[in-house]
């Protein structure tokens, strides 16, 4: 029901898309996240973004290199990543809310719906 793709391995410095396509009834009906896991690390929330795009959370860590938006048209959620660090090195995760409310979008219990996941390797 949640699609991700777009991982691949990139050089430092440069830039990916990740897509998460949801089936209609799932994405008009909640906010979306993007999540990622790295070896040894305990997943960590990216980027939420309300249903109408109204409001957004990332990671302070991230701000200002990554990007999340959705286009309902389509049942597509993006993350642009740019500036990529190898630490950002991870599964990323697209992820269905069932709550809109950006303070508890920052819960991963506010999460009910899970995509497979897409390796993102950033390495010279």
């Known amino acids: 029901q949640l699609q991700a793709s777009g991982g691949g391995l990139v050089q430092p410095g440069g830039s990916l898309r990740l897509s998460c396509v949801a089936s209609?009834?799932?994405?008009?009906?909640?906010?979306m996240g993007w999540y990622r896991q790295a070896p040894g690390k305990q997943r960590e929330l990216v980027a939420a973004?309300?249903?109408?795009?109204?409001?957004?959370y990332y990671a302070d860590s991230l701000k200002g290199r990554f990007t999340i938006s959705r286009d309902n048209a389509k049942n597509t959620v993006y993350l642009q990543m740019n500036s990529l660090k190898p630490e950002d090195t991870a599964v990323y995760y697209c992820?269905?809310?069932?709550?809109?409310?950006?303070?508890?979008?920052?819960?991963?219990?506010?999460?009910?719906?899970w995509g497979q996941g897409t390796q993102v390797t950033v390495s010279s």
């Open positions: 992820a269905a809310s069932a709550s809109n409310i950006i303070s508890t979008m920052r819960r991963s219990s506010s999460y009910d719906r």
């Open positions: 209609g009834s799932i994405f008009s009906s909640n906010a």
């Open positions: 973004i309300t249903r109408s795009g109204g409001s957004i």
